[in-house]
């Protein structure tokens, strides 16, 4: 069984609709994007993946431009937000690099595929078939140094990124049957049409919950925190009224005494005037 994905949150996510069914994720002509062929026996090395902040921040952000201005059309039109959340490094027999990219067209509708880099230098080919007068630059191939090194994976996958979004700022190219067939636009993958699917669904939910519990251990925390801070207020204001308590009866006492030397003074004024 192949190690786990490293997991990646979403945003209200859900995969598809039930209109849909258990379908795959669709791929180009002769995409190898899809990993339904893979011995489920390959081994993963996990890389790392896109910042949880950052995604809401950016996906939030492009998802609300969008909507002010079409909130009228048809769902089938809307620009996709593709966000490139990591890679996976797997190896069997032969060593590939696999790219999770999660695919946003509304706030409550997104799935997740799973492109090579290879597959981005099909779609690449066949967007400048379509489209000579478009340019998208992929990062470059490398040929004599190692391709599994992380920090060149790690450019990499910001490069692919930002071809992602590119791409999907031009109406045409992104309204292409190649395009749509490179983000599963017209058939979106439900979260258990395959194995990488349903995995990538699970981790969602584990890393949702593991924040959700990180959320919550954070606010007990902070809440025992005021808990001692009023404790400790309380306390002040309970030395604070016994030390008034404790003046105000010293205060008292003195009163008192001045008031009974002042009788005494009075009583033996009074006999001497009678002497």
């Known amino acids: 069984m192949a190690a786990s994905f490293a997991p990646f949150p979403l945003l209200r996510s859900t995969y598809g609709n039930a209109q849909h069914g258990h379908r795959r994720a669709s791929s180009l002509g002769n995409l190898s994007g899809s990993l339904d062929a893979l011995p489920r026996s390959t081994w993963m090395k996990r890389g790392p993946c896109v910042p949880y902040q950052h995604q809401r921040t950016e996906a939030l952000r492009v998802l609300n431009s969008e909507e002010d201005g079409a909130s009228g059309e048809d769902w089938h039109d809307r620009t996709p937000m593709p966000m490139l959340l990591g890679y996976d490094v797997m190896e069997e027999r032969a060593k590939f690099t696999v790219y999770k990219i999660l695919v946003r067209r509304a706030p409550d509708e997104s799935w997740v595929i799973f492109r090579r880099y290879t597959d981005f230098c099909r779609l690449n080919d066949k967007l400048r078939e379509l489209f000579p007068k478009f340019r998208l630059d992929l990062p470059p191939k490398r040929w004599f140094k190692d391709n599994y090194d992380m920090d060149f994976l790690e450019a990499r996958r910001l490069g692919l990124q ?34 990488e699917e349903s995995r990538a669904y699970c981790e969602t939910l584990e890393e949702t919950n593991h924040r959700l519990q990180r959320e919550l251990l954070e606010k007990q925390r902070e809440i025992e925190s005021l808990k001692r801070i009023l404790e400790d207020r309380e306390l002040q204001i309970n030395k604070l009224e016994q030390t008034k308590k404790l003046n105000q009866n010293s205060t008292d006492r003195q009163c008192s005494v001045l008031i009974c030397s002042l009788l005494i003074l009075i009583d033996v004024h009074s006999r001497l005037v009678q002497l």
């Open 162 to 195: 930002a071809f992602l979004q590119n791409m999907v700022t031009l109406k045409d190219i992104v309204s292409s049957d190649v395009v749509r067939g490179f983000l599963c636009l017209d058939d979106p993958p439900g979260p258990f049409d395959s194995l």
